[in-house]
């Protein structure tokens, strides 16, 4: 009964589903009774790696992308204004941190000292949205209070986020926009 028992587990263990294995049992088919020395089975694997397309996942499709152009507060020399580029994924980040990772200059002079850092509580970070304006998020009660006699096309940085995950597309902004009455 033993050697019987034996011989259907390493069958059992042959036929378990390891991809590129082969097993092979030197477990003793003999009628012995009694203890018997323990035998291992050994496993083999190949160095090739098995096909995971069959039934495998499709790879995800690339995330949207926004790309985001931040025009300069002064015009240069030959009266055009400089103009830095950036990308961000869709949803992920806000227009704060995008400037900050590119070194994009977000703050006056007065605002890189006394900005709060991102909490939107100072209201340093203003940026003028011009073209784009749907690809970001509405506005925040935070900046409704900061920016209630604003153009509605002013942002804080620090609230708005590039993008909601599902769109892509350009947006325009400029840096520290002056206030034209």
């Known amino acids: 009964m033993a050697a019987t028992s034996s011989a259907s587990a390493a069958a059992a263990l042959a036929s378990l589903p390891f991809p590129a294995c082969v097993s092979s049992s030197r477990v003793s088919a003999s009628g012995h009774r009694g203890p018997r020395p323990f035998r291992a089975a050994t496993i ?16 995800a499709p690339p995330k949207p992308r926004i790309e985001l152009e931040f025009v300069g507060p002064k015009p240069g020399a030959d009266g055009s204004y400089p103009v830095d580029r950036a990308e961000a994924a869709s949803g992920e980040k806000l227009l704060r941190d995008v400037m900050n990772e590119n070194k994009i200059e977000l703050y006056a002079a007065y605002g890189k000292v006394m900005n709060c850092g991102g909490g939107g509580s ?16 509405e506005r925040t009660n935070t900046e409704n209070r900061y920016l209630k006699k604003k153009p509605g ?11 909601n995950k599902e769109n892509s597309g350009k947006v325009v902004v400029q840096r520290l926009p002056q206030w034209k009455k």
């Open 44 to 59: 083999r694997c190949s160095s090739a790696s098995p096909n995971l397309s069959q039934g495998a996942p499709a790879p």
């Open 122 to 137: 100072c209201g340093t970070c203003i940026v003028e949205i011009l073209d784009g304006k749907e690809l970001l998020n």
């Open 153 to 163: 096309s002013w942002r804080l940085a620090c609230q708005t986020i590039v993008g």
